[in-house]
């Protein structure tokens, strides 16, 4: 379910981007818009963050996990908006 490196540059460069954390690694991913509905449209429930994790969605009523350094690295809006939202 991952995709080529190219196709994480729109989300890089203005794309937008969602904190999901992942059950497996109890981290906090970028994920794409984009690779969200791709997976909603194929029932997948796995998506491909922007650092190239398979993410597998902890329940939206948990907290966060710890922020994904490589997804920080390449999305530097998502430590903003993570920032805003829990008034950091």
Known sequence: MSRPHEQWESSEHGGTTISVTCVIDGRCHSVPDEELAIGIAYRGGQYSAVCGHVVTPAPMVSPDGDLCPAC????????????LRFRR
């Open 72 to 83: 920080a690295e390449r999305d530097a809006s998502h430590r903003r908006r993570r920032g």
